[in-house]
């Protein structure tokens, strides 16, 4: 099975499209002491938005050098010290495959690697770095990427009175210049009427 960019292209356009951008509640990286706003301070959402495109970042899913690569455009706010913190922002992930048999499925994993804030005081912006990260690695992963009991097979063998079944045993992948190659081994079984 080959995919390719075009493929996640079409996916991603139709999610910020059709659904809209994902938003995730952003995660806190130790317990955060109780404070609330003052009644004249307004609320803030602390969401992490991922954003169709930013700073000439466009989040998408890229397939070369042998890897999966994921560069990413987010906004967001933050409450820190009781302030209300906007921020934007670019990433670079990675994404790596691997395969659960007994739920038939194939799932990524998005290992972010780099984020760089736009327009943060440098004093928040490693705090507000880490909610960034954590929050994706919490909320995002693992993802279904795949799967597989649709590609189980079952064939009727009537010259040989019975039936072929064939279930997905392994998935290994192969990053290759704007493909991904997917190579199913299946586990085949017979059983007589």
Request: proline share 5%; net charge neutral.
């Amino acid at each position: 099975m080959t995919i390719d960019e075009k493929f996640f292209d079409s996916l991603l356009g139709t999610i910020f499209n059709q659904l809209g951008p994902p938003q995730l509640k952003l995660s806190q990286t130790q317990e955060q002491l109780p404070l609330h706003p003052v009644a004249f301070q307004t609320t803030c959402s602390d969401l992490l938005v991922l954003n169709p495109e930013g700073r000439n970042v466009k989040t998408g899913v890229r397939l070369t050098g042998g890897k999966i690569t994921a560069p990413l455009a987010f906004s967001g706010s933050y409450s820190v010290l009781t302030k209300c913190v906007q921020f934007k922002g670019t990433g670079k992930a990675t994404v790596d495959l691997s395969f659960e048999q007994s739920r038939q499925m194939v799932f990524g994993q998005l290992n972010v690697e780099d984020v760089t804030l736009d327009d943060v005081p440098p004093i928040i912006s490693a705090l507000v770095t880490a909610f960034v990260r954590k929050t994706i690695a919490e909320k995002l992963n693992p993802f279904e990427v795949l799967p597989v009991s649709q590609l189980t097979l079952s064939l009727k063998v009537e010259a040989s009175g019975g039936s072929v079944k064939a279930q997905v045993k392994d998935v290994r992948d192969e990053v290759q210049e704007g493909m991904l190659k997917l190579y199913l081994t299946y586990d085949f079984s017979g059983e007589k009427k």
